[in-house]
């Protein structure tokens, strides 16, 4: 093998990643430990930012990636917020996805891995990263008896990452103090809609239709909160059985809802970790290598998928060879962007488990309390964009304008097409509002250059292949816009 990068980790972020590199022209390759796919759902939701993502991507039948997605999935307006009785109102979003897309990580991957198989992505099964080498030329990767040379190793191989851990980068954080348990299951006598209790005394128990006529089953008992890390370890190595969660359903709701059998049964702790550093030398991290936390509000597969979609146009620009320091090691580089957003994670997911997991009449009170908050726009405002992934935004440089950093809204354009579907790996888009700027001359195979109707009063737009705003200008002036694209590689 001789690939420019090698992805360790066929989950949903290495197999996004190896699609967004190969778009973009970079020869990848993906090894994988196991030697089929799992099959597991474990992550149920995607969120507004993914969707809107991956309409950057094609599948081979010419739709966009999301478009392929929705019709595997169920969009629904509301979701949770710390299993609050309030639900978040996601259709006041500005998105063309204004709802959670109800799907299970066993599709999604379904969907990604297609994708890979269609594009000619060699994906090797049974061949397990235990190590590498890396100098100022390559890496040389060791999997199943053999040397891979490559440019590049990206590690999304999961939370127990070898890539990591090889790389020394460090992975700080909380342990976890608490087991959740989930499962896949028929139900008999199924409630008609996604349903909830939380008791302040025994715990809670969601129950959420999937597909198929199989619902998600998952809560905390309250004895399963505030653990040593050893009874963790002993609560989650006891494989829980459908009498178990029989006797769950029974104690916290007061029926078992005609349970008749499981297709998944599982746990999950609340261990709260960050990497930090996403980048060593010609090395990667991403996805749940480089961020754990409770899956709480269904977000570690977006943040990942994220991470792929941050990484992938800066590494492309890095193989092909038209990266400049802002993106390799910068302000902008991908591990000055996607650190604070793993904060950020941890953050929002400790409130919630604090929230959900609280078994005392002061939690049941903390909860009333944020439930009214939560029914406030503002409130409702802020957490929806929290876990949509829609209000997540970069550092920009002072002296710019507001909007450089964020993300940019789903613009119609003059031919009708729309930003989101505009947006490739490996091009920016240059929205020139005011056809009286003479930008057109700035096009090239890096930049393509869009009039489009006026928005936000501005003149100019420099939009990233992820999407996000790189630079905003009220006053286009030709030589200013030269020098931003200079900046970023893209002249
Ligand atoms: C029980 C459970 C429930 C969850 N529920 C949700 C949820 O509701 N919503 C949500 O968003 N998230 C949820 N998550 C989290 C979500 O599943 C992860 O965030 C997501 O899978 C991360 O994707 P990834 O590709 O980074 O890692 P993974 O999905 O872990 O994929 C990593 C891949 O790397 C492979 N690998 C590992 N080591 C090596 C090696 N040395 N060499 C080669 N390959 C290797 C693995 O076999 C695996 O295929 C849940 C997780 C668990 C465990």
Redesign the pocket.
Known sequence: MSADVIV???????LLTAALLDSAGVKVEV????TERSGNS????LHPRTLEILTTVRAGDGRTLTDVLLSHGRAVPRTHFGMLPQLLDYSVLDTPYPHILQIT?ATTERVLASLVEARGIPVHYG???TGFEQDDTGVRVH?GGTVHAARYLVG?????S?VRQQAGIKFPGTPGNTVSY?ADVHLDAAPQNATHVWDPVDGWVAVVPLFDGIHRVFGVLAEDTGLAPEQVAARRSQPLTLDDLRGILNRVTGTDYGLRNAVWI?T?GNTTRHATQYRAGRVFVA???AHVHF?AG?????V?MQDAVNLAWKLAAEVKGWATPLITGGAASYDRERRPVAVSLAQNTQAQTALMTTFTPQGAALRELMSTLLARPETNAHLAGLLSGLSASYDAPDGGHPLDGHRAPDLGLPDGDTLLRRLRVNRFLLLDFTPAVELAALGSPLVEVIPAAPWSELAAALVRPDGYIARAWTRAEPEQVRAALTDWGAL
């Open positions: 360790s980790g066929a989950g949903p972020v290495g090894l994988e430990r196991l474990r992550a149920a939701v990580q061949q397990e990263v999997a999304a191989d999961g939370a127990w070898q989930l599982s999950a996805g749940d290598a899956p269904g977000q570690g597969v977006n990942g």
